[in-house]
C-alpha cells in the first residue's frame, strides 16, 4: 500500500506527526534508520517547562512567540497521556508537578525578577530562601530565593515514545526500522518521495524529522539556506541515581543546570551544552559538572549512587527557533530544530505540521518557527 506521506525520522517529532496524520485519515510511513526513539527523544529529561526556559532565549529569539507555543504545547501534553492511558493503557508519567528555579546570590535574585516578568500571565510566585526550603526540604541552605511555578509538567519520554508509536500505528501508521534516507526526489518544482539507498519510496508529501542530522539529508537544501539556519547538534550530558524519599517533589532548575526527580524517587540530574560535533561519550568533565550542580542544589544528594549516565544531541538552530512547517519546496516538510525543548513542543508541532499539509488554519504563532524565514534569496 503507497503511503501519502512519508516522514523521515522516527524520535518524538516523527512520532507525533505520523499519529495525528494518521488519525485524520492520511497514510503515514516513517522510515527511520535505527528503531523509533533511538537518539535525542529517549535521552531526555522530559520537563514540560515553557515558563522556566522562557529566559534561556538568544537575543535573536522572539521569546513571546516561544511562550505561547510552549504553554499551548503543555496543555496538549495533558490530552495526549490521557489519551494514550484511556485507549491504549499506556502511561507515559505525565504529572503536573511543578518546578522552582533557585538563586545562591543576589546576582541570581535579580535574574530570578526578570525572568518573572517574562511571564505574562502564568502562575508564578516569587518567594524567599525560607520559604522555598519548606515547599522543598532537601534545597541547599544557601538557597536565598525562588520562583515556584506550579503548572510546569514532566514525563517519562520513553514511556512516551512507546506510546506515541503504538498509538501511530494503530491508527495506520507504518514503520520501517533501519531505513536510512539519503535524498528527498525533487521533481517538477514538489517532493515526490524519498531515495533510501537505492529504492525510491514514493509519496505526496515528505515530512523530515531526523533531528540533528536533518541536514544530512540532500534535497531540503533546495529552497532553505541551511547555513544561515545553523542547524547544529548540542551535546547533553545525564547522571540518573535514585533517593529515598525521593529528594524532591517539584522539578528543581539552579546552579546552572537540574534536578527532574520521579515519584519513586529515581531522579535526573542534567545537563551540558556541548559544540563536540556527534560524540557520543559522557565525560569525567561533563559529569563533574552535572554532579557539582546537583550536590550545590541538593547536599543530601551527596550519598546518592551514580546508577546511569548518557548523552545524546539536541537539534540546536541559529535563531533558537525550531524548523516547522512549509520549505518552500510543495510538499516538503519540516519538524526539527527543537532544541531543548522538543519533548515539550512534540504535541503543538504535529498540530502545525497535520494542519499544514491538510490546509487548515495554524495555530497561533506558528509563523514564529516557519522554516522559510531562512528561505534561499533568489
Ligand atoms: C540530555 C538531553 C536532555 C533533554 N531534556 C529535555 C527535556 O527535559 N524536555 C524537552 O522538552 N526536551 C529535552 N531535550 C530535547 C529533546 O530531546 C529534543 O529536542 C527532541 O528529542 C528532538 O526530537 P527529534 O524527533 O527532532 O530528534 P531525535 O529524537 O534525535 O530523532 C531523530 C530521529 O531521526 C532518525 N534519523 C536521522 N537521520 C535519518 C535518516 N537520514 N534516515 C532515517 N532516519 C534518520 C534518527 O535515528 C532519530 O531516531 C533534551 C535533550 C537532551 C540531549
Known sequence: MAADVVIVGGGVMGCSVALRLAEAGLRPLVLERSVPGAEASSAAAGILGPLAEADHATPAVRPAAALRLGVKSRQLHAALAEQLRAEHGVSVGFRRCGLMRVAFDERELESLDRHAALLERAIVERIDGDEARRREASLSPDVVGALDLPEEAQLEPPLLLRGLALAAERAGAVFRSGAYVREVIVEGERARGVRVGRERVEAEHVVVAAGSWTDLVRGIERDLDLEAAGLHPVRG??????????????????????????????????????????????TFA???????????????????PVLDRWSSFRPGTRDGLPLVGPTGTEGLWLATGHFRNGILLAPITAEIVRSAILRQPLPLGSEAVDPRRFRRRA
Not at 561533563?286 to 546518592?304: F, K, N, Q, T, V
Open 237 to 282: 550530558q545525564i547522571v540518573a541515581t535514585e533517593t529515598r524519599p525521593p529528594v524532591f517533589r517539584r522539578i528543581v532548575f539552579g546552579a546552572g543546570g537540574y534536578v527532574v526527580t520521579r515519584p519513586d524517587g529515581r531522579a535526573l540530574c542534567g545537563s551540558t551544552e556541548e559544540h563536540v560535533g556527534f560524540r557520543r561519550e559522557v
Open 286 to 304: 561533563g559529569m563533574r559538572g552535572i554532579l557539582d550542580l546537583a550536590l550545590r542544589i541538593a547536599p543530601r544528594m551527596a550519598e546518592a
